[in-house]
């Protein structure tokens, strides 16, 4: 079954506390990306991977790193999580001739 | 920059009537993608119906049309014969054919459907 998977589906650490979201597909797809989703402001896009070793910022990356060593993993990683980081992620993947994105299932997270 | 804006933070519908919701964007791109992605209280992203920019021709996929001015660049989704399950969230999205395919969200639309 194609599928993007998200681990993590919920999450309550402490403020400062370096934690990883995984984010595996299984459909070859080149295009990856995280989202954060927050009340009343819809998606925003964190980062975004074109393909292997191939990222680049979105519209809200401070705070968060990636890594795109294999074509089917993009973790999200928070160095030092704050408060306003609190909130729902999503991992995204597509390709360009498919335009599509594939959502994962979400990650809740909850920083105190 | 490219942006997606959705005036109707929520929204009500009888079930069995028709619901019409608005979305406006903005881009420098001739070829772009528009898309509907619905959210149900499970979280879960869903593709609801999708347009490509050079069609003419509005999107249809059961129950779901989207009605596409392209001059006006508007992108507004109808839902028929609206059933309980529709309930959720609706996003509108943009994503641009060239650069970094980034696809831009609104903010949402509060979608429920009352018995």
């Known amino acids: 079954e194609a599928q993007v998977t998200q681990n993590p589906r919920y999450l309550i650490t402490v403020t400062g506390k370096k934690l990883t979201v995984t984010c595996s597909q299984n459909?070859?797809?080149?295009?990856m990306s995280w989202y954060r989703q927050d009340p009343g402001l819809g998606l925003r896009q964190i980062y975004y991977?074109?393909?292997?070793?191939?990222?680049d910022k979105g519209d809200v990356p401070e705070g968060y790193k990636v890594s795109r060593k294999e074509k089917r993993n993009f973790p999200l990683i928070l160095e030092s999580p704050s408060p306003n980081q609190t909130s729902l992620y999503f991992c995204?993947?597509?390709?360009?001739?498919?335009?599509?994105?594939?959502f994962g299932q979400g990650t809740r997270l909850t920083v105190v | 920059a490219q942006t997606v804006t959705q005036s109707q933070p929520e929204m009500s519908v009888q079930e069995a009537e028709t619901v019409t919701l608005s979305c406006t964007y903005d881009?420098?791109?001739?070829?772009?993608?528009l898309f509907w992605y619905k959210q149900p209280p499970s979280r879960q992203m869903i593709l609801v119906i999708r347009?490509?920019?050079?069609?003419?021709q509005n999107a249809t996929e059961n129950r779901f049309s989207v009605n596409f001015q392209k001059a006006a660049k508007s992108f507004s989704l109808k839902i028929s014969d609206s059933q309980l399950g529709d309930t959720a969230m609706y996003f509108c999205a943009l994503q641009g054919r060239a650069g970094s395919y980034q696809l831009t969200f609104g903010k949402g639309t509060k979608l429920s459907v009352i018995p």
């Open positions: 991977s074109m393909n292997v070793e191939v990222t």
């Open positions: 881009t420098s791109e001739s070829n772009y993608y």
């Open positions: 995204a993947s597509s390709t360009p001739v498919h335009t599509e994105a594939f």
């Open positions: 459909m070859n797809h080149e295009y």
């Open positions: 347009q490509e920019a050079y069609k003419q």
